[in-house]
């Protein structure tokens, strides 16, 4: 995905003339999403966890997938983790082998999420749950699956990132949205809002009245793993649907700023971007260094090389989503 038009952050009482001018084309996309969410889904003999969103681009599902297969674990829950596997070539159903498999052929997010749980990547997401099953899963947690109807899900879970919201509350490509708010939320048990006191606040202004579903709020830490950032010059790169954030994250933790890259999301780590990067940060004297998630996207000879950042998921009070999981384990 490229960088979004800057008039989809506009607020939603004053989207703009272009959001205005997009809205018939708007309405005929909502309208498709409408009929497609619409179609019932396949039901499983194990509960089906899906996490989504309704916004385009990043908003933080990843690490929510990654906090809620630990929740499944600690309830000694083998939960599968299904996948269309976004900028992939393959089919499917495969079970993502990080020994095996590269995000050109499975996607960046499979190939992470498979550090934590056994995933699976198909363009028909029926049939890796499916195979998940045949694989004695006891629950499937399905990513990005909002839109998605070819699972019956037991719980819904819509993630938003607070620091742009619903943005300007618009479908695309008037706006940053997959369908309406309303209609998104309503098919959602748990909403999601991910970002710092401040942010949730202003998220609370603008978008509490549209908010039907339970609420939890949370917030992306990074990861302690003794690494000493403060005061390393470093040069960062990102290719997630937000770099900004990953480059303020680098800042909370005290390191040297000296160049930051904001690269489309899932971009191609390819050798001459890699080799124009590992330039300029040596020009500036600083360390390489991106997120968890583009990591996984570098071959095997730059990996040595550049540092990562992981980042969790904390949740402010998980009692909603603990309670929603006794209801169904």
Not at 64 to 76: Q, S, Y
Request: glycine share 8%; net charge positive; hydrophobic share 45%.
């Amino acid at each position: 995905m490229t960088r979004p038009p800057v008039f989809w952050n506009n607020p939603p009482d004053a989207p703009g003339w272009r959001a205005r001018a997009l809205a018939p084309v708007s309405a005929i996309f909502a309208a498709a999403t409408a009929r497609r969410v619409a179609r019932p889904g396949l039901t499983l003999p194990v509960p089906v966890l899906r996490v989504g969103n309704i916004n385009v681009g990043g908003t933080g599902k990843t690490p929510t997938v990654i906090a809620l297969l630990r929740l499944l674990a600690e309830r000694g829950i083998a939960a599968h983790v299904v996948s269309r596997g976004y900028g992939g070539t393959a089919k499917g159903p495969v079970r993502v082998d990080p020994i095996r498999h590269d995000a050109a052929q499975v996607g960046d997010e499979p190939l992470l999420l498979a550090a934590f749980a056994p995933t699976w990547v198909a363009r028909d997401r029926a049939a890796a749950a499916q195979a998940a099953l045949a694989d004695d899963a006891g629950a499937i947690v399905m990513d990005d699956g909002h839109q998605n109807p070819a699972l019956a899900a037991d719980l819904s879970i819509v993630v938003v990132d607070t620091s742009v919201g619903f943005g300007n509350g618009r479908v695309l490509p008037a706006g940053p949205l997959r369908e309406p708010v309303a209609a998104g939320l309503r098919r959602a048990d748990l909403l999601l809002s991910i970002g710092p006191p401040a942010a949730q606040e202003a998220f609370d202004r603008t978008w509490s009245a549209s908010i039907a579903c339970p609420r939890m709020t949370g917030r992306l830490e990074p990861l302690r793993t003794g690494m000493d950032w403060q005061d390393m010059p470093v040069m960062a790169f990102a290719g997630i649907g937000r770099p900004a954030k990953f480059f303020d994250t680098l800042r909370t933790l005290g390191a040297d700023l000296r160049g930051a890259q904001a690269l489309d999301d899932h971009q191609p780590l390819a050798p001459a971007l890699m080799k124009r990067l590992e330039t300029q940060a040596n020009a500036l004297g600083a360390q390489l260094v991106t997120t968890e998630k583009d990591a996984v996207r570098l071959s095997p000879a730059w990996r040595g090389k550049v540092l990562t950042v992981p980042v969790r998921l904390v949740l402010d009070d998980p009692a909603p989503l603990e309670t929603a999981l006794d209801r169904l384990f």
